[in-house]
């Protein structure tokens, strides 16, 4: 047991000093990707589970284990989301379609594979669920009859999420980094969003901040007045997912602290390591 631990110190050491970053250990999760929260839980997808944590109460539990084998419902999650009553949606590239979760934890397909790879979710104001397919670069809307119809037409859509004035913000792979779609479908580039290395995803915060994600710079952009770094380095190494509702506004890091919530102009780790 002992050589077990100096061994395990030693392999920290020498990351730390080769500047490897080390995978967050607070909660067993492998890959988070996206995050989703509501006043009880705090929902995590994670690529490498595969399937979804919940945090509740300080502690993490797996709200849901999906299958390992590849093209199995919900067996690559990308995305996750609460619809208007409150439900978890998850985004599953393996089956490329969206699953909305009931109360008891049981998923179902909304859409029989009508979708791509969906990288976003986000609900209007009206309860319709728009979801990104990076795959056919559009955003797509879902009806409650399970019918598909492109939205708008986004290079490399990524993470999304509504304004209050019903504003699509889109996280876009493409040079862009970061477009608005107005309500009519039309889909303008946010000026100084060309700045971001490498946009992740979007959250719209109570406050009105449009926050970015910046996998690559290690930053998370506010698009309030402008484009500036809200955070940038420690302590995020590769911030992915982000969202704000009720409960405060999270992301995850998936090789760094694993999930933060903002407070202010600091991201303070979920969970203690």
């Not at 406050?207 to 309030?224: C, P, Q, S």
């Not at 704000?244 to 090789?255: E, H, K, M, Q």
């Amino acid at each position: 047991m002992l050589t077990k631990v100096l061994y395990f110190a030693l392999s920290v050491l020498i990351m730390v000093g080769i500047g490897l970053p080390i995978q967050a250990q607070d909660s067993g999760f492998k890959y988070p990707i996206s995050v989703a929260a509501t006043e009880t839980g705090i929902y995590v997808a994670d690529r490498q589970l595969p399937g979804i944590w919940v945090i509740t109460a300080g502690k993490t539990s797996i709200f849901h284990q999906a299958g390992k084998k590849f093209g199995t419902p919900l067996n690559a999650i990308r995305c996750l989301a609460i619809d208007s009553n409150g439900s978890l949606l998850a985004g599953d590239s393996a089956t490329r379609d969206i699953y909305r979760f009931n109360t008891e934890g049981i998923p179902t397909a909304l859409t029989g594979g009508q979708i791509g790879i969906p990288m976003g979710i986000a609900v209007s104001g009206d309860g319709t669920i728009y979801v990104s397919d990076l795959e056919l670069h559009r955003v797509v809307k879902l009806t409650s009859d399970g019918k598909v119809s492109e939205f708008a037409k986004v290079k490399g859509p990524a993470g999304m999420s509504f304004d209050t004035q019903g504003n699509l913000y889109v996280a876009s792979r493409g040079d862009a980094r970061l477009v608005k779609i107005s309500m009519d479908g039309s889909a303008t580039p946010v000026d100084g969003a060309d700045k971001i290395r490498f946009a992740q995803d979007v959250a719209v915060d109570a406050n009105g901040r449009v926050l970015v994600t910046d996998g690559y710079g290690k930053a998370i952009w506010d698009f309030t007045d402008g484009a500036a770094r809200l955070i940038e380095g420690s302590p995020l190494i590769h911030p992915v997912g982000i969202s704000s509702s009720a409960a405060g506004t999270f992301l995850v890091d998936p090789r760094g602290a694993g999930v933060l919530k903002l407070d202010g102009e600091k991201a303070i780790p979920v969970l203690s390591e």
